[in-house]
């Protein structure tokens, strides 16, 4: 009997891809990316997770001949940050959920959070 490859969780392809594009000291084709994956992806598949990444803002192309090289937008802190914006810009009480985030933190976050807002780190 054969066995099926497990699925993936939602986004682990685009989370490989992204950590493949920030490793990379310079933009990438999706050769190069396709060949620093650890899975035996198509070339096919790597194009459509590029464009996705793209489409949402998180990778750059620039073109390149007839291709493009990609280039991640921001690193895994920033990529955290834009999708923390991205639930407070769809919430209509901003205040409430921030509220509750920050009463969530630990002590620890929490003085970091204030001194971060008091312009130390």
């Not at 990379?24 to 999706?30: D, I, R, T």
């Not at 899975?39 to 598949?45: E, G, P, V």
């Amino acid at each position: 009997m054969r066995k099926e490859p497990a699925r993936r969780a939602p986004g682990a392809l685009e989370a490989e891809v992204l950590g493949v594009l920030w490793r990379a000291e310079e933009p990438l084709s999706p050769a190069d990316v396709q060949a620093r994956l650890e899975d035996d992806l198509a070339y096919t598949t790597v194009v459509t997770i590029l464009t996705r990444l793209h489409d949402k803002g998180m990778a750059t192309r620039e073109k390149h001949g007839r291709s493009f090289r990609y280039h991640a937008v921001d690193d895994e802190a920033g990529l955290a940050a834009r999708k923390m914006t991205k639930v407070l810009d769809g919430e209509p009480d901003r205040g409430s959920v921030l509220a509750r985030f920050v009463t969530q933190l630990s002590d620890a976050d929490e003085a970091l959070l204030r001194d971060l807002l008091r312009g130390r780190k």
